[in-house]
C-alpha cells in the first residue's frame, strides 16, 4: 500500500514546503500554543508553595487593612453625622424666616395700600400726564400703551426685560377722563 498517491511528484519544490509547513503547524499546535495557555497566576500557586511566615506576613497585612477601614468608616460617619446636624440647623433657621417673613406680609397686608390722589368734581379735567425725565422711559410708556408685553418691548428697545418690567411696574398711575 502505498502512503501517497501514484500521481502526486515528492520531488516538487511546492509540495515539500507545504510539508514544511504542516510540520511547523503541527509543531506548533502541540508545543507552543498549551505552553502560551499556561496563566500565571499567583493564586493559581498551591499553599505548600507559600511559606508559613508569608502567610501570617499576609495576614497581618489583611487585618492592619480591616482596622484602617473601619477607622476611616467612623471617620465618615462622624462628618456625616455633623453635616447633617448643620442641615437641620439651617432648615430650621430658614423656617423661622419664613414663618417670620409671613408675620411681616400679613402685617403689611392689613395696613392701607398707598393710593394716588383721586379726581374730584373740584379738580381740574385735563391734568397733564407727567412726563419721564429719560426719553427711553417714554419710549417704553408709549409702546406700553400700545399693549405690547414687556418681553417685546424689551426686544425691540434692545434692552434688559427685568428693566423694563421695572420701569413699567413703577409708573405712576395715570386716570384719563
Same mark, same amino acid.
Given at each position: 500500500?502505498?502512503?501517497?498517491?501514484?500521481?502526486?511528484?515528492?520531488?516538487?519544490?511546492?509540495?515539500?514546503?507545504?510539508?514544511?509547513?504542516?510540520?511547523?503547524?503541527?509543531?506548533?499546535?502541540?508545543?507552543?500554543?498549551?505552553?502560551? *495557555? /499556561?496563566?500565571?497566576?499567583?493564586?493559581?500557586?498551591? %499553599?505548600?508553595?507559600?511559606?508559613? !511566615?508569608?502567610?501570617? &506576613?499576609?495576614? +497581618?497585612?489583611?487585618?492592619?487593612?480591616?482596622?484602617?477601614?473601619?477607622?476611616?468608616?467612623?471617620?465618615?460617619?462622624?462628618?456625616?453625622?455633623?453635616?447633617?446636624?448643620?442641615?437641620?440647623?439651617?432648615?430650621?433657621?430658614?423656617?423661622?424666616?419664613?414663618?417670620?417673613? *409671613? /408675620?411681616?406680609?400679613?402685617?403689611?397686608?392689613?395696613? %392701607?395700600?398707598?393710593?394716588?390722589? !383721586?379726581?374730584?368734581? &373740584?379738580?381740574? +379735567?385735563?391734568?397733564?400726564?407727567?412726563?419721564?425725565?429719560?426719553?427711553?422711559?417714554?419710549?417704553?410708556?408709549?409702546?406700553?400703551?400700545?399693549?405690547?408685553?414687556?418681553?417685546?418691548?424689551?426686544?425691540?428697545?434692545?434692552?434688559?426685560?427685568?428693566?423694563?418690567?421695572?420701569?413699567?411696574?413703577?409708573?405712576?398711575?395715570?386716570?384719563?377722563?
Amino acid at each position: 500500500m502505498a502512503p501517497f498517491p501514484a500521481d502526486i511528484d515528492v520531488h516538487n519544490p511546492t509540495f515539500q514546503w507545504i510539508l514544511i509547513v504542516m510540520g511547523l503547524a503541527t509543531i506548533y499546535i502541540a508545543v507552543v500554543r498549551p505552553a502560551m *495557555k /499556561k496563566t500565571k497566576d499567583p493564586l493559581a500557586k498551591t %499553599p505548600s508553595m507559600n511559606s508559613l !511566615a508569608q502567610q501570617r &506576613s499576609v495576614e +497581618r497585612q489583611m487585618q492592619n487593612l480591616l482596622v484602617e477601614l473601619s477607622e476611616m468608616t467612623r471617620q465618615i460617619t462622624a462628618q456625616l453625622d455633623t453635616r447633617t446636624q448643620k442641615l437641620l440647623m439651617l432648615i430650621q433657621d430658614a423656617d423661622e424666616r419664613i414663618t417670620q417673613l *409671613k /408675620k411681616l406680609e400679613n402685617n403689611n397686608s392689613t395696613a %392701607p395700600a398707598r393710593s394716588w390722589p !383721586a379726581l374730584t368734581e &373740584s379738580s381740574p +379735567r385735563n391734568i397733564p400726564i407727567p412726563e419721564p425725565a429719560d426719553e427711553q422711559h417714554q419710549s417704553i410708556y408709549h409702546l406700553a400703551d400700545q399693549g405690547k408685553p414687556a418681553g417685546e418691548i424689551a426686544r425691540e428697545l434692545n434692552r434688559p426685560r427685568g428693566e423694563v418690567e421695572l420701569i413699567l411696574a413703577l409708573r405712576p398711575p395715570v386716570e384719563r377722563v
